[in-house]
């Protein structure tokens, strides 16, 4: 069983560029919304659901939209909370590999912050 997906409060600025990067970066393949589109249509046809086909646009669009609200209005979401919807999201649009390969990118980073906090 795979481990339970976590973000922490204190780190939802740093997965939300990981994420922001990740999805814009014409030269990566760390993130396939367009096949996390495919498999949440799958599901819910498979469901008996008749909603509106999901797109890879509809991912970002709703990426860009968290990022939005979490600038624009921060003292409308507790740090708690964001990590809570931007989980909400990963769970929806990230597949099992693209989370992988995200966490690795987050290890890097969290790197990169201990080391700049160290030599300040």
Known sequence: MPRKREIQSDEV?????????AAFDPTTQALNLARSAEIINARAKANGLDVRKQTARDGLTQL????SDFIAYPEDYTGKRQAEL???WAERWLQPDDWSRLQARM???RERRSVKELTN
Do not use: E, F, P
């Open 13 to 21: 600025r740093i997965w939300l560029g990981v994420l922001l990067d």
């Open 64 to 67: 860009l939209a968290l990022a």
């Open 86 to 88: 931007l989980l909400i």
């Open 107 to 109: 290890r890097k980073r």
